[in-house]
């Protein structure tokens, strides 16, 4: 089973980047307790996804906007979100490098702009699920080569009010979502968490 909590930042307060390091690592503990894991500890190497120390659970995390969700799992999982809007789309569009996309996806973005972000939060969820980062060269995959390829791995879309987001994950898994709210004790404990896992 996958878990995906998700949270609107904006209801936490302001607080900038300390407010998003502390929001993601409290929702990281409310999403891991729901799947029954008490604490856990999250290892950050450079060139690196972030793991954790527990072994068997896997995490994933994505924030865009006032926007964090958090996918845990017993095996690997990766989500990306995107806040969609048009400016949001536009500028994303403008930014992506040449050779993002196929040549198969660039014909079907261009003739359906909405088709963008969908694209482009399954590509940010293989790379992350893979481990590659950029180096993975997102021009020359799609969702259906990925499946193909690899009738073991799984996208599946996962719904969160004013966004596109995308969870890659083994296939079969179940993916159970909810919207929650963190209390101030969760973010302060969350943010001292993180201050602890970033100073080792």
């Known amino acids: 089973m996958i878990v995906v909590h ?42 690196r996804r972030p793991e954790v120390e527990t072994p068997g659970i896997w995490f994933s ?10 996918a845990v799992a017993t095996s690997n999982v990766a989500i990306d979100v995107e806040h969609k809007s048009e400016p949001r789309e536009r500028r994303l569009a403008g930014a992506v490098p040449p050779g993002f996309f ?19 939060t399954a590509k940010e969820a293989w790379a992350k699920y893979r481990g590659l980062g ?3 060269g997102f021009g020359s995959f799609d969702e259906a080569s990925v499946v193909a390829d690899d ?16 969870a890659c994950h083994q296939a079969g898994d179940d993916v159970v979502v909810s919207r ?8 302060e404990a969350g943010a001292a968490i993180d201050r602890s896992e970033r100073a080792r």
């Open 61 to 70: 995390m994505s924030h865009t906007g006032d926007l964090t969700v958090c």
């Open 6 to 47: 998700w949270i609107d930042r904006a209801d936490c307060g302001t607080g900038g980047w300390q407010l998003r390091r502390a929001a993601g690592r409290a929702l990281l503990s409310d999403t891991a307790a729901a799947l029954g894991v008490a604490s856990l500890r999250v290892l950050r190497r450079p060139g």
């Open 102 to 120: 196929t040549a198969e996806e660039q014909t079907m973005i261009a003739r359906d702009p909405s088709r963008l972000l969908p694209v482009f």
């Open 151 to 166: 009738p073991e791995v799984q996208f599946t879309r996962v719904f969160i009010d004013g966004a596109v987001c995308t």
């Open 180 to 187: 929650r709210s963190l209390s101030p004790q969760q973010l």
């Open 134 to 136: 950029l180096s993975l």
